[in-house]
Nanobody, 122 residues
Framework: QVQIVESGGGLVQPGGSLNLSCAISGINFEASAVGWFRQGPGEQRTLVAAIARDEFPRHGDAVKGRFIISRDNAVKMVYLQMTKLRPEDTAFYYC????????????????WGPGTQVTVSS
């Protein structure tokens, strides 16, 4: 059973930065694609960045140039460096993993962590 714990969220002013971390267990981490999703108020959960087992990162248009996803297979961790934050980045952020990049991208995943809240406001 996959267990996921996200951390690092908080309140930050527009233009500021945050670093999110995620610990994942119960899955073949090295063989899995991993990603960060977010869900804003009244919105569906969407994928914002992912990194496949080949470690080639992909970022959504809304965060490209501002967010960077990375992974550390040795400690089974996923990170999201967030810079130049905007009010529209306010959301709960979740990470997840799957052996299939396409399944990860779909968001149809059996287990989710509690997420971490990011609030961008002055």
């Amino acid at each position: 059973q996959v267990q996921i714990v996200e951390s690092g969220g908080g309140l930050v002013q527009p233009g500021g930065s945050l670093n999110l971390s995620c610990a994942i267990s119960g899955i073949n981490f090295e063989a899995s694609a991993v990603g960060w999703f977010r869900q804003g108020p009244g919105e569906q959960r969407t994928l914002v960045a992912a990194i496949a087992r080949d470690e080639f990162p992909r970022h959504g248009d809304a965060v490209k140039g501002r967010f960077i996803i990375s992974r550390d297979n040795a400690v089974k961790m996923v990170y999201l460096q967030m810079t130049k934050l905007r009010p529209e980045d306010t959301a709960f952020y979740y990470c997840n993993a799957d052996l299939s990049y396409f399944t990860l991208h779909s968001g149809a995943l059996p287990s989710w962590g509690p997420g971490t809240q990011v609030t961008v406001s002055s």
